[in-house]
């Protein structure tokens, strides 16, 4: 798998290991949407109608938001799960403030 999941990023001393099942989802849905942002700078760059790209610019919004269920799910069934069996409730302040974060 990728090498800052193995290592934390450069934000965090944290880090998660997925199953190949996990992480292959999460590393297509990105490729995906890579793939779309790669295209409506096409369609920038081709001049094209601000209609036709508002449109691919809502549905790169929307498989992101996509993106962020499966990620979140996957947070709170693994990590958060795990943490309060742990005896770390401070987790739960940090998944407050994470979905107050993406609720903007």
């Known amino acids: 798998m990728a090498e800052q999941e193995q290592t934390g ?8 290991e ?3 099942a996990e992480y292959k ?3 297509h849905r990105l490729n995906r949407i890579e793939g779309q942002v790669r ?4 369609m920038v760059e081709r001049s ?15 498989a992101l938001n996509s993106f962020n269920k499966v990620l979140l799910a996957n ?4 990590c958060v799960a795990d943490d309060i069996r742990d ?3 401070e987790v739960i302040d940090e998944l407050v403030s994470t979905l107050q974060k993406l609720m903007k």
């Open 48 to 62: 094209a109608y601000c209609v036709d790209i508002l449109g691919q610019v809502a549905a790169i919004t929307a």
């Open 39 to 42: 295209g409506v700078r096409g």
């Open 18 to 20: 997925r199953d190949e």
């Open 87 to 89: 005896g770390k409730d």
């Open 9 to 16: 990023c450069c934000h965090c001393a944290k880090t998660k």
């Open 75 to 78: 947070h709170i069934r693994t």
């Open 25 to 27: 989802d999460l590393i």
